[in-house]
């Protein structure tokens, strides 16, 4: 399995940018995909999460802000990002949940200028 992200990018505060995720494998197989991110010096977070049946979770954070989504026909993962703050600066992730694996994309860096 593979997971591409790509969609990262400099942008100024209150901008938006839309990240996508483009996965080898028909992504129906996965219990869960999500975006995660890990600022400079801190661990890595969970962002946002879509679980099978399509329930999602986000963290607080990025509540009302930040929307994800899938295309199960083009196998690829979606998060828009809105209203984006300084804090959000990080390099995001993709993942996907199979069995008791998780994979990994190779991250998209995202900037927020003030």
């Known amino acids: 399995v593979q997971l591409q992200a790509s969609g990262g990018g400099l942008v100024q505060a209150g901008g938006s940018l839309r990240l996508s995720c483009a996965a080898s494998t028909r992504i129906f197989s996965f219990k869960a995909m999500g975006w995660y991110r890990q600022p400079p010096g801190k661990e890595r977070e969970l962002v946002a999460r879509?679980?099978?049946?399509?329930?999602?979770e986000y963290a607080d954070s990025v509540k009302g802000r930040f929307t994800i989504s899938r295309d199960s026909a083009k196998n690829m993962m979606y998060l828009q990002m809105d209203s984006l703050k300084p804090e959000d600066t990080s390099v995001y992730y993709c993942?996907?949940?199979?069995?008791?694996?998780?994979?990994w994309g190779q991250g998209t860096l995202v900037t927020v200028s003030s």
């Open positions: 879509i679980i099978g049946g399509g329930s999602t």
């Open positions: 993942s996907a949940a199979r069995g008791s694996t998780n994979y």
